[in-house]
């Protein structure tokens, strides 16, 4: 045995008590070599050969069993505490990781149900789809789970509703409430509600709500509808250059339509006009706890974008029907009859007025109006009536006037403008929901928190694509420590390295909270983020800039950790292989440099999309990063031959260093995150709507509520002018 | 002249505090120094001082760091922590009042 070997079987001896803590041990036996080869090197310059320096070295050491009890003893509280750290790191720490990464991720289920109501949203508003409460108040006590959503045990949605007032059959509303989902499904293809169903449960509502004259409308909308047929005559062009129809009545049951029509006058004499679906929301959202996620506030639009509004086609057949039989009537010599029907319109459309939540109804309650005028007037002009003709104009035009402003200002472009400015300023939600408001209501409007809240979504999707980055590079560490046991046998086991906590700070805060935190003043506080446009601009900065946050958080983290192994596997003995090329480090850091100014200098008043996403460059790049990625991960878990000890055991000492970078990035980026989102749907003031602000959204229940405060006025004017 | 080793042994630690707490030192530097101070009067082996060094360390007392000399070698040095410097003077402090004791009697002149 040559003199090196010597030495280092007499350090390897002596620590061989410590061989449960193979770091404790390497870090002993490295230093007990280092000693005797000082004192080797000392005899040697006394002027001893190297061999006897050696041998003289070796014997001042001493017994080598009470070096190796000593040490024993001497490192014995060390050992423990060690092993101690060690149980920690993977019985807590690692775990602790994983566990707080699923915590995050698991963000994105509902994030994904979210998605899917936008999807649902985007695709319109009344395509008879109910969204369901359910992800908005899961594990809702069972009573209040029932006003919600009826007895589940029933087929059909009508019968659901059904129960509900079934439980409280003094109920108007939630008579209200099953009559309007038992009208869709008589009307529905594939009918499962007869029509003799239907009027006897009108009928009963009638009976339990007497003054309300929406089931004698409802009774006269469904009997015209198979007594009449209209039929288109001619359209004539308006001086506004819209299209106007004109119906003539075919009768095909002049019974039927007489039963028809004598109910409408019945319903017109009545005082009011309910359907009672804001009270039915205003109910349910009063179940469901405050807005604290954003799935919520979607599942909540989404579910009111879903209320079905059965009457409405109802209201607008028979605004055509009555002026046309009305004018049949009084050419047949039943004048007083027919007048009563070529007015309805008027009483009725004053009574919708002020049922109405939504901005359909109203326009509905307008179309009314138009077509009262329109038809009537014409009756009347038909009939030498040409006062009567004049009269129905002014109350039309006066009825129609609250619209007027808000119509020209969307014929005038103005909505054009500020839909292009929702688009740019506002959330993806705003740009679905608010296009068809009036501009001017929406000017009073701030888009930031959508807009805000939006970025802060996406922001929390990256720290849990990071945090399983995280994850995947533990679990990588780990098959690289199982390829190199299986290469070298368990002789060269590697060494889980712990990192002392000086270390293990500095990579945490220079390699995960620093970035992290200039990351929040450079897209918070430095207006150079953009952060003034929405999604559809800013998306695709905000990707490049959570994917370089990532890889400098990763390559610095990294870069740091494994500088601070290998200087150890130094100190301990193993072979380290030789650092990569200074030039290719710095072009590293050159590069994550450059695509920071490329971000900086990426233009976000461009809109998102277009044939550049779709570009065989973009792909390409995709593609590039996607394999350099697989390239580095295989890399990574291979190793560098010759140097396996290494390789595994800094592969080994990785694990808690990525462990307690995901603690920490969960632990700092993602309250944060969460808080901003509550914060932000506290701040919204346009999309979510509540038991005060009732409609699709808050947006346009303050428009609903303006105009039918207007038309209320128009109506009062009129009544008190005739 | 031998020393008594359980004596070895309870001054080992104040004496190990005291030299890394003139400057940081490696295990050799500080068998070597403690040779030439006492006059060749202590012999102290690696036995005596490295698991007093890892006591020391583990308990707080002491910091270590691996430097590379110019010669190329690999030196584990030693530096003394604040914790280290409080024990230090509470030893010294220790040993000075219990050697004056000590010397009280067994130097002391008959009757005096």
């Known amino acids: 045995m040559d003199a090196k070997g010597r030495i280092a079987q007499l350090a390897a001896d002596a620590t061989a008590g410590l061989r449960d803590d193979a770091e404790l041990r390497a870090d002993v036996r490295a230093e007990l070599a280092s000693h005797i080869e000082e004192a080797a090197a000392a005899h040697e310059a006394a002027g001893r050969g190297p061999d006897e320096a050696v041998e003289l070295a070796v014997k001042a050491f001493g017994p080598v069993a009470e070096v190796a009890a000593g040490l024993v003893e001497g490192n014995r509280r060390r050992m423990k505490r060690r092993a101690l750290a060690r149980l920690a790191v993977r019985a807590l720490l690692v775990p602790a990781a994983v566990v707080a990464t699923l915590v995050v991720c698991s963000r994105l289920v509902p994030l994904r149900g979210a998605l899917a109501a936008i999807g649902f949203l985007g695709g319109g508003w009344c395509d008879g789809q109910a969204w369901s409460l359910d992800s908005v108040a899961p594990g809702l006590p069972e009573d209040k789970a029932f006003v919600l959503h009826g007895d589940a045990a029933r087929p059909t949605d009508a019968e659901r509703q059904r129960s509900i007032w079934e439980a409280q059959p003094q109920s108007r509303m939630w008579f209200g409430n099953y009559i309007t989902h038992l009208v869709p499904e008589h009307q529905g293809a594939g009918s499962t509600a007869p029509l003799e169903r239907v009027e006897r449960e009108l009928r009963r509502g009638e009976q339990l709500d007497p003054d309300n004259a929406r089931y004698n409308v409802l009774l006269a909308g469904l009997w015209a509808e198979r007594a009449v047929e209209l039929q288109e005559e001619r359209t004539e062009t308006m001086p506004d250059d819209t299209k106007r129809p004109w119906h003539k009545l075919v009768v095909k049951d002049r019974a039927r339509l007489d039963r028809a029509m004598a109910e409408l006058l019945k319903g017109v004499g009545k005082p009011y006009y309910r359907t009672y679906s804001d009270d039915v929301l205003r109910e349910r959202l009063g179940l469901v706890a405050p807005v604290r996620r954003f799935e919520e506030q979607i599942a909540r639009i989404a579910w009111a974008a879903g209320i079905l509004l059965p009457d409405c086609a109802v209201q607008r057949e028979l605004a055509r029907v009555a002026p046309l039989y009305g004018e049949m009537l009084v050419a047949e010599g039943r004048g007083a009859e027919g007048q009563r029907l070529l007015d309805a319109w008027y009483p009725l459309v004053q009574k919708y007025n002020d049922d109405a939540f939504t901005l359909i109804e109203l326009l509905v309650g307008r179309a009314v109006v138009r077509l009262g005028e329109q038809y009537g007037a014409a009756a009347y002009e038909r009939l030498g009536e040409a006062e009567l003709a004049e009269r129905t104009r002014r109350r039309a035009q006066r009825l129609a006037r609250p619209f007027k402003g808000y119509l020209e200002r969307r014929r005038a472009g103005a909505s054009e403008a500020f839909e292009r400015e929702l688009l740019r300023s506002g959330s993806l939600l705003d740009g679905m929901l608010f296009p068809a408001l009036d501009p001017e209501v929406l000017h009073e409007i701030d888009l930031a928190p959508s807009r805000q809240l939006e970025h802060v979504l996406v922001e929390q999707a990256g720290v849990s694509v990071y945090l399983v980055a995280l994850v995947g590079l533990m679990a990588l560490s780990a098959a690289a420590v199982v390829r190199w046991r299986w290469a070298l046998g368990p002789s060269a086991a590697p060494m889980l390295l712990l990192p002392e906590w000086r270390t293990l700070a500095r990579v945490l805060v220079v390699g995960v909270l620093l970035p992290l935190g200039l990351y929040y003043v450079y897209t918070r506080w430095s207006g150079a983020a953009g952060r003034e446009f929405g999604l559809r601009y800013l998306g695709h900065r905000l990707l490049l800039e959570l994917v370089l946050l990532g890889t400098t958080i990763g390559l610095l983290a990294r870069s740091m950790a494994t500088g601070a192994i290998r200087r150890r596997c130094e100190a301990l003995g193993v072979e380290v292989p030789p650092r990569a090329a200074r030039w290719r480090r710095v072009a590293v850091w050159v590069g994550v440099a450059a695509l920071w100014g490329l971000c900086l200098a990426t233009r976000t008043d461009r809109m998102l999309g277009g044939p550049w996403m779709r570009s065989p460059v973009v792909w390409g790049t995709g593609v590039v990063a996607a394999g350099g990625a697989v390239v580095l991960a295989v890399r990574f878990v291979y190793g560098r031959r010759g140097y396996g000890r290494y390789c595994a055991t800094a592969a080994r000492s990785l694990v808690p260093v990525f462990a307690a970078a995901a603690l920490v990035l969960a632990a700092a980026a993602q309250p944060y995150l969460r808080a901003s989102e509550v914060r932000l749907l506290r701040a919204d003031s346009s999309l979510t709507s509540s038991s005060e602000f009732i409609s699709f959204t808050r947006a346009e229940a303050m428009m609903v509520e303006r105009l039918k405060a207007a038309v209320r006025q128009a109506a009062d004017e009129l009544a008190g002018g005739s | ?112």
């Open chain 2, 1 to 112: 002249m031998a020393f008594d080793s359980d004596l070895v042994r309870s001054t080992a630690e104040p004496i190990v505090l005291r030299l890394v707490s003139e400057r940081p030192m490696y295990g050799y530097e500080i068998i070597k120094v403690v040779n030439e101070r006492t006059g060749g009067a202590f012999e102290w082996k690696e036995g005596t001082l490295y698991p007093c060094l890892h006591r020391l360390e583990g308990a707080g007392l002491v910091r270590s760091q691996w430097q590379t000399a110019p010669s190329g070698r690999r030196r584990k040095y030693y530096g003394i922590t604040r914790k280290g410097e409080a024990v230090l003077a509470e030893k010294a402090a220790e040993w000075r009042a219990f050697s004056l004791a000590v010397n009280g009697i067994l130097f002391a002149t008959a009757g005096a």
